[in-house]
């Protein structure tokens, strides 16, 4: 339970993170009882629940902070509806009178909405609204959703993606969309229930006290809340599988060693709440992805720190080495130098005790997710490590450009794992190959291991045929 304690204290640290976004491509901090979906539609409605407006949202701002239930949040099909943002299958009345495609759910949102929504007028205009049973037939007159002679929605636009209907811009079955709802309260600076805190903070009431079930938490050693269900979506949106996970009911259930779950592990409610969201932030914010393996190191304070996997270019950053000296020794030995201020500016303000984590995760199905590795460091082992695999390592690399200038950019360092991954079995490797290379080369940064002789036996064997490579690509592999 060490890696989910530390990420515990990861998010307890990171508090202030909450919400916030620092590119379109990253997850925030979600608040716990919390995750995010893709949004296509966004209808406005007053605190009445009156219709006022829709549009298609753009791509790039598609992004939504959403309420749910453990078992909304990590459902793989139909019956667990979000408490307030979904999909037109069960926001929509309508839905099937409209030539939905799938089953309906509307009853059960209608019910899971309707419980809450006295909590908050936001929740309640939303419920004033859907129980109309014209979400749809609002979003054809307002010409969101598109439907055909038959007066049904249409499956695809026949028109060119430019001249298509914007709603097919982003989506292929319209009927699937995703709708997220902005409520227009007179005197209210905060119309996106995406954005509303106040919002936030009562579904996560209301939720925590309908819980009534509590166990023994191994990560605290408290009785808290039990967690039914742990969260998914750790690498992406669409990400379905766990890192702890239950669901036999008969048969072989825990190999007669338990008769129950809770007796195997016991987590609390907010515990995994607060960890998963602090590993998926972790993820999408410093994490190195190739396909499913997702690997991140981080401090349990939230201070900075460089990443393990890059090399030296990318740690200093491309955007501050715009030198113009001719002397390509030179500036690879500054850029050494460099490198190791960089490090000591880290040592300075992570200290010697500060907490680091070096964590891999890896999934062989949809369903089940592993952890490949996992170091827990003091900050000065960290960099101290760090900068021993870049000393110990360093070999003169000329592959890299300056994205302003255009020229090459000498510099002395390791290459990053996964350079090292293609210069020994080629840019083309396979993809498992690659992730098997880099999680064994893990060892070698943190643990002082050698590179393995396979890695180097094969990387001197291409190095030696290089007739058939492109010039960059020798270069490349030279280095």
């Not at 909590?119 to 979003?139: C, M, N, Q, T, W």
């Not at 955007?319 to 500016?345: C, E, F, H």
């Not at 590795?373 to 360093?394: I, N, P, Q, V």
Request: with cysteine; proline share 4%; net charge positive.
């Amino acid at each position: 339970m060490s890696w989910i304690q530390k990420l515990y204290e990861t998010y307890n640290n990171c508090q202030s993170m909450i919400g916030k976004v620092t590119s379109e491509k990253d997850v925030p901090l979600l608040p716990i009882c919390h995750t995010t979906n893709k949004a296509q539609i966004e209808i406005v409605i007053d605190n009445q629940g009156n219709f006022k407006r829709a549009r298609v949202v753009p791509k790039d701002d598609a992004r939504t902070i959403i309420p749910c239930t453990e078992s909304s949040g990590g459902r793989t099909s139909g019956g667990a509806p979000h408490p307030l943002c979904d999909k037109l299958q069960y926001v929509a009345k309508d839905y099937a009178k409209y030539g939905g495609s799938k089953d309906s759910y509307f009853t059960k949102y209608e019910s899971a909405i309707e419980k809450w929504c006295t909590s908050h007028p936001k929740a309640l205009a939303v419920f004033e609204y859907i129980k109309k049973g014209r979400v749809i037939e609002d979003l054809i007159t307002y010409k969101v959703l598109i439907t055909g002679d038959d007066g049904k929605l249409i499956e695809k636009s026949v028109k060119k993606s430019k001249e298509a209907p914007d709603i097919f811009k982003v989506l292929k079955d319209q009927s699937e969309a995703f709708i997220r709802w902005e409520i227009e309260i007179p005197n209210d600076k905060c119309s996106k229930v995406w954005e509303d805190k106040s919002l936030w903070d009562s579904w996560i009431n209301y939720y925590s006290n309908i819980k009534q079930k509590k166990t023994l938490c191994y990560v605290t050693g408290k009785e808290l809340l039990d967690a039914e269900q742990h969260p998914a979506k750790l690498r992406n949106d669409k990400d379905k599988a766990k890192l702890i996970s239950s669901n036999d009911a008969s048969g072989f259930t825990f190999r007669g060693r338990f008769t129950n779950a809770d007796q195997a592990c016991g987590v609390g409610f907010e515990v995994t709440q607060k960890a998963h969201g602090a590993l998926r932030w972790l993820l999408s914010r410093q994490g190195y992805r190739n396909g499913d393996q997702a690997i991140v190191a981080w401090a349990t304070s939230g201070a900075e720190i460089p990443d393990p996997l890059a090399d030296p270019l990318s740690i200093l950053g491309e955007d501050t080495l715009k030198s113009d000296d001719s002397d390509n020794v030179s500036v690879a030995q500054n850029l050494a130098v460099k490198l190791r201020q960089k490090i000591a500016g880290y040592k300075t303000n992570l200290g010697d005790t500060s907490g680091i984590v070096v964590m891999g995760i890896d999934s062989a199905t949809p369903g089940r997710m592993a952890i490949t590795f996992y170091r827990e460091l003091t900050g000065s082992d960290f960099l101290e490590r760090l900068e021993k695999w870049h000393d110990t390592c360093a070999w003169v690399h000329d592959y890299r450009y300056n994205l302003e200038t255009k020229k090459r950019i000498i510099f002395v360092g390791a290459p990053a794992p996964r350079d090292t991954a293609e210069a020994a079995f080629g840019n083309k490797v396979d993809d498992k190959l690659k992730k098997a290379t880099v999680e064994r080369l893990l060892p070698c940064i943190f643990d002082g291991q050698m590179i393995p002789h396979d890695v180097v036996d094969s990387a001197v064997r291409r190095a030696n045929n290089r007739a058939g490579m492109e010039e960059w690509n020798g270069i490349k592999l030279l280095a």
